[in-house]
């Protein structure tokens, strides 16, 4: 057993999340960490909604609320959505908790005292109109690198490189258009270059990543400029330093304070469990947890801040950066074992888009379809490697063809004859098992090995594919036995005996989908007879803040119990019922329903 850290992605919560927000960080991260825990794994799966920044203060002005207020109302929001796809997050919390306040808080004095963090005068931009300060995501124009004409002014999307608003050709305000004012400002600055070396060094030690998400970090050392890790900002956490933490116009940046997020979780979680020194098996790397190994899941657009600044900071929180240093109160903490990158989902051939009704919420997903039919289509089909176009015609396709009249079809099938002809799991007839018997359970017992390392390897399309290959082995195998023709008594020892070897490879089969598809996989469980949780869920939990703050909601669960990554014997005799049908198959009619409902 190894200690095992599942990151997840950080969702925003300036609105709900659509179907390719989920594909890059939700389904992934929590297909591999329920196979861990099956195979035996003790994983830690956190993460939580991030809510500082200028976009939260944008969208609660425009709606006349508070950042706070409008937080909350997307916090619970993106709790029930993921609640509802089945997460199982250890602890699903947020970024406005007296808790994380305090561990980003600890992270900046120790990289300032270390000295990572210096003061700079700096242009920064404001609006002509308003006097307020324009943030760099909300600063569009010309990227002076390749010449892409919607850069933004920390990034380019499309060449990767970091940016200043002042560096972009032509820049305007993404909020009302305006040229930008650029004045004197002082503000705290990350200085990157002192880690290149450090950076280069632990790259060069990575392995078995996904070759473009390596090719893309590694370019990235080639041109570190220090980082601004303040802003001009009335919410986010408090600078905490000597004249700087009691005004009110300054804050730490969302960036900064987001990725320090997994460790902040990772403590709240243990401070909740009774144990506030548990987080350190999964992250101290002078300790218990220096074995432990981390897994980040994110989209490719955030790929920057996890192999390059995040491993940033914890080099220099532990003071292995140029300058060396002493570790903070924490010790020193494990970097990341792996980043862990998705590719952008596609809806119907365009760019997801809330304003131009591209796009469909999570939460209007799960009222019209089931959890597992999304899950299946992420898994399968989903953007693991490359770009990948979402259409309701591929969607049903998959639902109908694949999952109804393939998987569906053998479980109902095998169950339904056994049912009627025995009304329970028949015995093995004592003659024995055929070649083709042997060949089918040999194939399924095959399948432990192949797919839970294709999970390992963060192949997961690999691995519902050699799932699905086992499904069709059964499926074909049935129908080449034939067992509804043994209408003969003499010939029901063998008919019995058909049927126990496909009962035993649905339950086989569907500990290998487990993972993919557990809602339908408890059904399947209790189906075979099988009693008690076999794919634990998570639930939402209010509670109350650790430090003082207000209430909000958590997504947690007990996942020390369910199947394990194995095959277990079915149970000759134990009683079956007329199965319902697993899956939902829809009607071609929702395509051009569902298209309808797309913006032109």
């Avoid at 059964?474 to 009962?503: C, F």
């Amino acid at each position: 057993m190894s200690h095992v850290l599942a990151a997840v992605a950080w969702p925003y919560a300036n609105g709900p999340r659509h179907i390719g927000h989920v594909s890059g960080f939700g389904v992934p991260s929590d297909v591999f960490s329920r196979y861990m825990r099956m195979a035996g794994h003790d994983v830690l799966m956190v993460s939580g909604t991030d809510e500082h920044g200028t976009p939260i203060q944008v969208q609660a002005d425009k709606e006349g609320v508070s950042p706070r207020e409008l937080a909350d109302r997307y916090n619970r929001v993106i709790v029930e959505d993921l609640h509802g796809l089945g997460l199982s997050y250890d602890l699903f919390t947020r970024t406005t908790t007296g808790n994380h306040y305090a561990v980003v808080q600890e992270l900046f004095e120790t990289l300032h005292r270390n000295g990572y963090i210096v003061p700079k005068v700096t242009m920064g931009a404001i609006s002509p109109s308003t006097g307020r300060t324009l943030p760099d995501r909300y600063i569009e124009g010309t990227c002076p690198i390749c010449g892409y004409e919607h850069a933004r002014g920390d990034q380019c999307d499309n060449c990767g490189n970091q940016l200043d608003p002042i560096d972009l050709v032509n820049p305007r305000s993404k909020i009302n258009g305006e040229t930008p004012q650029f004045v004197e400002t002082e503000h705290f600055f990350l200085d990157l270059p002192a880690f290149a070396q450090a950076l280069g060094k632990w790259l060069d030690s990575r392995e078995g990543w996904r070759p473009n998400v390596l090719r893309f970090s590694k370019n990235l050392l080639d041109d570190l400029q220090p980082r601004a890790i303040t802003r001009d900002l009335e919410w986010g956490v408090p600078i905490p330093l000597e004249g700087w933490r009691d005004r009110g116009d300054k804050r730490i940046y969302v960036w900064f304070d987001a990725v320090i997020g997994y460790l902040s979780a990772s403590i709240e979680w243990a401070r909740r469990s009774g144990d506030p020194e548990a987080w350190r098996r999964w992250w101290s790397a002078d300790g218990e947890g220096k074995d432990a190994r981390g897994y980040y899941f994110m989209g490719k657009d955030n790929i920057v801040f996890h192999s390059v600044i995040w491993p940033a900071l914890l080099l220099g929180y532990d003071g292995e950066g140029d300058r060396a240093g002493e570790p903070g109160r924490l010790g020193l903490l494990n970097l990341p074992t792996e980043v862990v990158s998705s590719e952008f989902l596609t809806m119907e051939g365009k760019k997801f888009s809330s304003s131009r009704q591209v796009v469909i919420y999570v939460r209007d997903f799960l009222a019209r379809y089931d959890a597992d039919a999304l899950r299946y289509y992420i898994a399968v089909a989903g953007p693991e490697s490359q770009d990948t176009d979402f259409t309701w015609a591929e969607f049903l396709r998959r639902n109908n063809d694949e999952l109804v009249a393939g998987w569906g079809n053998l479980v109902n099938r095998s169950i339904s004859m056994a049912a009627k002809n025995f009304g329970a799991i028949p015995p093995i007839d004592p003659a024995g098992l055929t070649e083709a018997d042997e060949a089918l359970l040999a194939t399924a017992r095959a399948g432990f090995t192949t797919v839970g390392q294709l999970i390992e390897r963060h192949r997961q399309k690999q691995a519902i594919g050699e799932a699905m290959r086992v499904v069709g082995e059964a499926n074909k195998y049935l129908s080449e036995q034939a067992p509804w023709k043994l209408k003969a008594e003499s010939d029901k020892p063998r008919m019995g005996t058909i049927l126990h070897v496909a009962l035993q490879v649905v339950s086989d089969a569907n500990t290998l989908l487990t993972p993919f598809l557990p809602h339908s996989a408890q059904r399947v469980h209790e189906l075979l007879g099988g009693t008690g949780v076999h794919a634990p869920m998570p639930s939402i939990v209010q509670v109350e803040d650790l430090d003082g703050g207000p209430a909000y909601p958590v997504l947690a669960g007990d996942y020390t119990v369910g199947a394990k990554w194995e095959s277990v014997p079915v149970e000759a005799g134990r009683a079956l019922a007329t199965p319902k049908p697993v899956f939902r198959k829809l009607d071609p009619s929702i395509v051009d329903e569902e298209l309808a409902r797309l913006g032109d």
